[in-house]
Nanobody, 127 residues
């Protein structure tokens, strides 16, 4: 099963973007409704870092300190299962953003807890 991110692009500092994540290849229309989901990001030469995670029922949400108050993660309907609303973007938010599905029902901060990933979508914020 491959996840697919969309919504990345080139924006200016202070602008907003909304990333989406779907599972178009999922057999039987699987939507990972029992799995924790998360967004991670990575810049060249650095480790992939946690951005935001959400539990299977949306009852537990975590954010990296660097994005708290600016980013909002949400579970959506079956076709688009996860979104990340990013407001007041900063140049340091520039990265490739990845959607991931966890083995458990929690949106863990540890990337090793995730077993399905998308190929990523580039977000570039100019100053």
């Amino acid at each position: 099963v491959q996840l697919a991110e969309s919504g990345g692009g080139l924006v200016q500092a202070g602008d907003s973007l909304r990333l989406s994540c779907a599972a178009p290849g999922a057999a039987g229309g699987r939507t990972f409704s029992s799995n924790g989901l998360a967004w991670f990001r990575q810049v060249p030469g650095k480790e992939r870092e946690f951005v935001a995670g959400i539990s299977w029922n949306g009852g537990n949400i975590n954010y990296a300190d660097s994005v708290k108050g600016r980013f909002t993660i949400a579970r959506q309907s079956a076709k688009i299962m996860l979104t990340l609303q990013m407001n007041n973007l900063k140049p340091e938010d520039t990265a490739v953003y990845y959607c991931a599905a966890a083995r458990s029902g929690f949106g863990s901060k540890d990337k090793n807890d995730y077993y399905y990933w998308g190929p990523g979508t580039q977000v570039t914020v100019s100053s």
